[in-house]
């Protein structure tokens, strides 16, 4: 399985970004998926994530009530909507996928994608 993340770019401190993980090769209502961020100097976090069938989801306490997770299987893709961006949100954005089909809030995901940059100007 292939995942395609995208719709990073340059916002401003408090904008809104919505970022978009295709998933091909495979059908996504398979997998739980998630996102995870990279900042230099920091380990991988996994921030949001969503079991297979939307009915759960994870966030991490610094994205709590500012993202939102979500995924539309009819299109094989999973969603991360970004508001009230910080210039501590600035990353490397991976999406994930894992078969255990459940939440998954740690790093052990079966399938990662290329990231894509965000960055929040302050």
């Known amino acids: 399985v292939q995942l395609q993340a995208s719709g990073g770019g340059l916002v401003q401190t408090g904008g809104s970004l919505r970022l978009s993980c295709v998933v091909s090769?495979?059908?996504?209502?398979?997998?739980?998926m998630g996102w995870a961020r990279h900042n230099l100097g920091m380990q991988r976090e996994v921030i949001a994530a969503?079991?297979?069938?939307?009915?759960?989801?994870y966030y991490t306490d610094s994205v709590k009530g500012r993202f939102f997770i979500s995924r539309d299987d009819a299109k094989n893709t999973v969603y991360l909507q970004m508001s009230s961006l910080k210039p501590e949100d600035t990353a490397v954005y991976y999406c994930?996928?894992?078969?255990?089909?459940?939440?998954?809030?740690?790093?052990?995901?079966?399938?990662w994608g290329q990231g894509t940059l965000v960055t929040v100007s302050s």
């Open positions: 969503i079991n297979w069938s939307g009915s759960a989801t």
């Open positions: 090769g495979g059908t996504s209502s398979t997998y739980a």
């Open positions: 994930a996928a894992d078969l255990r089909r459940t939440v998954v809030a740690g790093p052990g995901y079966d399938y």
